[in-house]
């Protein structure tokens, strides 16, 4: 396998294998590439969410009026459930309360509030200068503190994802370039304006996994990107990493998809890169590693695509993490006329706001604002004609038309034995579904449905295990009671044995003195 | 006529004895069906079926004693499953036991506790702490919202909360759709 990719890299796209379906879409990237990337100011309020990642919520550590520096800690996910949070600027705290997210759920949750005080003053740094000596797992526990996830859209931790990869043996470290959503520049602009720092970020990734060696891969039409990645990895003192030019085939950016195309080798179902020696990151990622070690600057903003016809100028733009999204359209010109949705993220996998009050996170990507004319008035949904075209387009081979039917009628162990799991939520059989079937709706509410069983099922047996213990321990000190009530009893009966000795023994002295004190019959 | 008879009854031996040895080989501990009931029950160890705990009423199921209607935690699916386990007719809950309700837990307010240790001891899955005459509070992660924990308490200082689903373990809701569906 090792060798099939280094002659594959070496001929950079004649040997490149194939993944089961997709689709080529109409790219819409042009417009956000025009302008260069550019920093919008300052916002007068930052909300920075405690939860930014999948998993747990994290514990604010600072209190309302609290003075903080840029870069300063402000939740702290203690590296094993959460991932850091950091503050996006100098000023003060002024609230730690519940806010709307900019969530699909439409629910609050806990962020901190912060006025910046426009000094933009940094905490003291200490870049780590000589990471090449330092071991791998304490570039992991740099990384972790600096809260890097991943920011491709699963915002899975960086630094679990590294833990994965030190317990398998990693040959190659895989830069997920491909950005194939339609409408999405960001790694495209970050990769055409930052390459020496991808390829930093590359090195540290590689130095800390002990991979042999690192692969980029871009899509086929970045031409732009393609010559600045060439440029830079041709520089002197450049490391060794191949450059992969990959067919622009929708999702090819997914994860498994490009190991697929790289490597011809699938992931296992329910297994991780790891498993197959590989190691997988975005570039934007990288480049979040390369601040975090070589600067110091933890996680705090990122590159975000503002696009759409219903935005006048489209662009990228560099944003603080916890900046209004209407910030962000305002810089970019504001809303056209007939802006008629906002949505976070893609066309395809993204999802759409009632708000756009609501904060930039780490897992912000895009936002994309549709005219009238683009969004698809909804059609009236139709019965299932089984053309297959689903099963033909899905990425992950599943057969769309079956897992729908199966929770349509809640038979949840059926979908998940028919690989529910695997769904990677594309949209791909959604978009060619001849009935307009929201066929990745229902696999998104699926798999939703999956985890909420397994936690029941998971909460069911701790409960049990519970009870049990309980019920054991309820049995031992009864019978432990009885048995020392019988003890006692024993003791009890022991004691009446020992006063019936001691009550003759009187008896016999009472008799013994009665006989000795008897008069003496007189002469 | 006696080699037969001898060969027939030396098999009959021969399968006698290795019955006999799979019996005590391959015995079972403890009844299977009882577990597999088990396991389709929500462990709330409420009682409201009328058993101190979720095993003693998979165990009247198991025994023919008890419905299988008689879970309220476990709602309509739960019903689904035991039925379907245990190859019955599924049947709507049992009013008498109660309706089926959201999943709550149960918080005391610690400022007027008089720490009677009450709860504690009612606790069917030790989720409360505390000692006699020091506050007491309930770990939310382990209780199972059973509310075993109101009835003793002499100051009506607990409380059910309704669990609401954070960002965390929220989901996609079921796409709203005109047509029914069914089987493609």
Not at chain 1, 145 to 173: D, E, N, S, Y
Not at chain 2, 157 to 169: K, L, S, W, Y
Request: proline share 8%; net charge neutral.
């Amino acid at each position: 396998m090792k060798q099939d990719l280094r002659r594959l890299t070496r001929a950079a796209g004649t040997r490149l294998h194939h993944f089961h379906g997709g689709l080529r879409l109409r790219h819409h990237k042009q417009q956000s590439c025009r302008l260069p990337v550019a920093r919008p100011p300052l916002p007068s309020r930052l909300t920075v969410p405690l939860q930014q990642h999948a998993g747990e919520t994290v514990a604010a550590c600072v209190q309302p009026g609290q003075r903080v520096l840029k870069g300063d800690l402000i939740g702290d996910g203690e590296c094993q459930r959460g991932v850091n949070v950091h503050a996006p600027t100098s000023g003060h705290v002024e609230a730690v309360s519940q806010h709307l997210l900019g969530h699909p759920s439409g629910l609050a949750g806990p962020c901190v509030v912060i006025r910046p005080d426009g000094a933009d003053q940094w905490r003291a740094r200490q870049p780590l200068d000589d990471w090449q000596s330092l071991a791998g797992s304490e570039l992991v526990q740099a990384i972790c503190q600096a809260g890097i996830v991943g920011l491709g859209g699963a915002v899975f931790p960086t630094h679990r994802k590294m833990h994965h990869g030190q317990a398998a043996r990693i040959h190659t470290l895989i830069l997920n370039g491909a950005e194939c959503e339609p409408f999405i520049s960001c790694d495209e602009m970050l990769m055409r304006e930052q390459p020496r720092k991808i390829l930093a970020g590359a090195r540290v990734l590689q130095h800390a996994i002990g991979a042999e060696r690192t692969v980029i891969a871009i899509e086929d039409q970045m031409g732009a990107v393609r010559e600045a990645l060439e440029a830079a990895i041709a520089e002197p003192g450049a490391a060794a990493i191949d450059l992969v030019c990959v067919p622009a085939i929708y999702p090819e950016g997914g994860e498994r998809q490009l190991i697929q195309v790289l490597t011809g080798q699938e992931v296992p179902s329910g297994g991780y890169p790891s498993d197959i020696g590989l190691l997988c990151q975005n570039v934007a990622t990288a480049a979040a590693v390369a601040d975090a070690i070589l600067e110091d600057r933890p996680l705090l903003e990122r590159y975000v695509t503002v696009t759409g016809s219903g935005v006048r100028e489209p662009r990228n733009v560099l944003a603080l993490v916890g900046t209004p999204i209407a910030d962000l359209i305002e810089f970019c010109g504001g809303y056209a006329p007939d802006a008629a949705r906002l949505v976070i993220g893609g066309p395809m996998m993204g999802y759409s706001l009632d708000s756009d009050a609501h904060p930039v996170v780490k897992a912000t990507n895009c936002v994309l604002v549709l005219c009238h004319d683009e969004i698809a008035s909804p059609q009236p949904e139709m019965p299932c004609i089984r053309c297959g075209e689903c099963a033909r387009v899905c990425p992950a081979q599943l057969l769309p038309q079956q897992l729908h039917w199966q929770i349509r009628n809640g038979l949840w162990e059926d979908a998940g034995a028919s690989g529910l799991r695997d769904c990677i939520e594309c949209g791909c059989c959604d978009f060619v579904c001849p009935s307009h079937i929201p066929l990745a709706q229902w696999f998104r509410h699926g798999k939703g449905e999956l985890r909420a069983r397994r936690r029941q099922q998971l909460a069911a047996d701790h409960a049990r295990e519970r009870y049990l213990t309980r019920e054991a321990r309820l049995a031992r000190q009864q019978a432990e009671r009885a048995e020392r009530m019988a003890q006692k009893k024993r003791a009890l009966r022991d004691d009446a044995a020992r006063q019936r000795k001691v009550a003759a023994a009187i008896g016999r002295a009472a008799r013994k003195r009665s006989a000795d004190s008897e008069p003496e019959p007189g002469p | 006529m006696l080699i037969p008879i001898l060969t027939l009854m030396s098999l009959g031996l021969l399968f006698g004895l290795g019955l006999g040895w799979a019996s005590v080989r391959f015995r079972q501990q403890g009844d299977p069906v009882i577990d597999r009931i088990d396991a389709l029950l929500p462990q709330t160890q409420c009682g409201q079926c009328g058993y101190p705990g979720c095993r003693p009423y998979a165990e009247a199921i198991a025994s023919g004693e008890a419905d299988i209607n008689q879970c309220p935690p476990g709602g309509e699916a739960g019903v689904r499953a035991l039925a379907d386990l245990l190859g019955r007719e599924p049947k709507p809950l049992n009013p008498e036991h109660g309706e089926a309700s959201l999943p709550s837990v149960a918080v005391i307010d610690e400022a007027i506790c008089i720490g009677c240790t009450l709860c504690i001891q009612a606790c069917p899955v030790d989720a409360i702490v505390g000692a006699p005459k020091q506050m007491h509070t309930v770990i939310a992660a382990e209780c199972t919202g059973c509310d075993l924990c109101l009835p003793p308490c002499p100051v009506d200082c607990i409380e059910m909360v309704p669990h609401r689903p954070g960002a965390t373990d929220w989901h996609w809701p079921r796409p709203m759709t005109a047509h029914a569906g069914g089987r493609p």
